[in-house]
């Protein structure tokens, strides 16, 4: 059976809104639910980025399913800190949280004032990141001069069972890579080809673990409200991603952006009132064997989309083969 998760939007809401959102999510039959990690959000008309690990303490202790969140320790955060965060969620909720690590976007990093590395460089840190992490959570004293510099570093308070460090990716490239390290993987939803190519790649490289789609898409009772809401809520979604790595600004992507029509939009994820068809599409993930699926409404008004798709699609998707 495919899990399916609720993906709560911190750029969108703010955090109370997401919690009361996450406890509706659960009591509408999602499996699981995940949250991004911003210190900005996309765009200036989304307005909000509260501090996903404090929002995660309270969601878990709100809630019995198991919850994650996307991150980008090696600059806004000190890998030796998120170490020591993971290990606490893990040891006071057993069993229910993971950590998917990815390589950051300028939006979110610029903020230290250090400057932005290449894409080569960020990947070469994600490395050594990972490394002290793991060392960490494994329960070693850990030092490290290279590009993530660490002074005798040890976490004193760990879980029984260390919580799942996956790897946040895009490319096939960087998921053959991430297969040496992850214990899962988690990427945004592509083409039905890109994504048996970028789980092909995960798998033939030794990649263990859970394989998770993160689907952007949006639902109202009517086309023209479900078109709208795309493109006043997710017209970044037209910037490609290696620019999306390198803006640094809400209003840089708000530029960006500006004259893009809503069709545009609609071009780059489902926008459909009818909930059947976007389970059409979610079965079609489904079935190239992703062990889970997390959706994202992009709309603000989460209530009504967890109750429709709660009836009208969740049940079918769940019972979907892999």
């Known amino acids: 059976m495919t899990t399916v998760g609720f993906h709560a939007s911190h750029e969108q809401l703010p955090p109370s809104r997401l919690l009361e959102a996450v ?3 659960e009591q509408a039959g999602f499996d699981a639910a995940m949250c991004s990690d911003h210190f900005e959000p996309w765009s200036v008309r989304q307005g909000h980025s509260g501090y996903a690990w404090s929002w995660l303490a309270a969601a878990l202790e709100a809630t019995r ?80 001069d290279g590009r993530i510099r660490v002074d005798r570093a040890r976490i004193w ?37 890109e994504l048996r190519a970028f789980i092909d ?41 290696h620019l999306a790595w390198e803006l ?5 992507f708000d530029e960006r952006t500006a004259e893009v029509s809503a069709e545009q939009v609609a071009e780059t994820l489902p926008v459909f009132a ?14 190239l064997g992703v062990d889970r699926i997390y959706l994202h409404h992009v709309g603000t008004e989460q209530a009504a989309f967890i109750d429709a798709f709660g009836e009208h699609v969740l049940p079918a998707l769940k019972e979907v083969e892999r």
């Open 65 to 144: 399913f198991s919850l994650g969140v996307v991150t980008a320790p090696g600059q806004r955060y000190h890998p030796a800190v998120a170490a020591q965060k993971v290990a606490t969620l893990a040891e006071m909720y057993p069993g229910r949280f993971w950590a998917a690590i990815g390589s950051g976007e300028a939006i979110n990093e610029h903020i230290t004032g250090d400057r932005w590395p290449e894409k080569d460089e960020r990947d070469a840190r994600l490395v050594e990141t990972v490394d002290v992490m793991r060392r960490l959570l494994a329960g070693e004293q850990v030092s490290a």
């Open 274 to 287: 009818d909930p059947g068809r976007h389970l059409e599409h979610l079965v079609a993930i489904a079935e």
């Open 23 to 25: 406890r509706l999510a």
């Open 201 to 241: 790649a995960y798998r033939d490289a030794g990649g263990r673990g859970p394989v998770s789609v993160q689907v952007h898409l949006s639902w109202a009772p009517t086309e023209d409200e479900a078109l709208a809401i795309a493109h006043e809520q997710w017209r970044q979604s037209l910037v490609p991603a």
């Open 248 to 252: 640094d600004t809400p209003e840089a």
């Open 157 to 193: 308070s760990l879980p029984d069972s260390p919580a799942p460090l996956f790897a946040a990716a895009v490319s096939t490239e960087t998921a053959r890579e991430a297969a040496a390290w992850a214990d899962g993987v988690i990427t945004v939803d592509q083409s039905p080809d």
